[in-house]
């Protein structure tokens, strides 16, 4: 099954399941093929692998998140309160990856 064909049978479920709201967030991670030639392929991966496992970190129970092509993300938040907490949500993701994604002893700042 392809990503986009699994963010769907999520978010229909999510949808299906009710509740005041249901959020999709997407994120993209800018300016990666960038940093992809300066410091090559392998490290770039690493770096999207590294924002995968940080974003896992920002999900609640149910929430779910579904890597797309390369550096983008899609995240379904079911059961919010509002249509205001995808917005909550998204200023989380913004502010938490201000802080830099470490690969060893290198620390990398994306751009989401």
């Known amino acids: 099954m392809h990503n986009a064909e699994i963010l769907l049978e999520r978010l229909e479920a999510a949808l299906a399941a009710g509740g005041p709201?249901?959020?999709l967030v997407l994120v993209h991670l800018?300016?990666?093929s960038q940093f992809a030639g300066l410091i090559g392929i392998e490290p770039s991966r690493r770096l999207a692998e590294a924002?995968?496992?940080r974003l896992v970190t920002l999900l609640r129970p149910g929430d779910e998140l579904v890597p797309m092509a390369g550096t983008d993300f899609a995240?379904?938040?079911p059961r919010l309160y509002?249509?205001?907490h995808a917005l909550l949500a998204a200023r989380k993701i913004l502010r938490d990856?201000?802080?830099p994604l470490r690969l060893e002893e290198d620390a990398y700042t994306?751009?989401?």
């Open 21 to 23: 709201a249901t959020a």
């Open 30 to 32: 800018r300016r990666m």
């Open 51 to 53: 924002a995968h496992d």
């Open 75 to 77: 995240l379904v938040l």
């Open 82 to 84: 509002s249509p205001n």
């Open 97 to 99: 990856f201000e802080s």
């Open 110 to 112: 994306p751009v989401v």
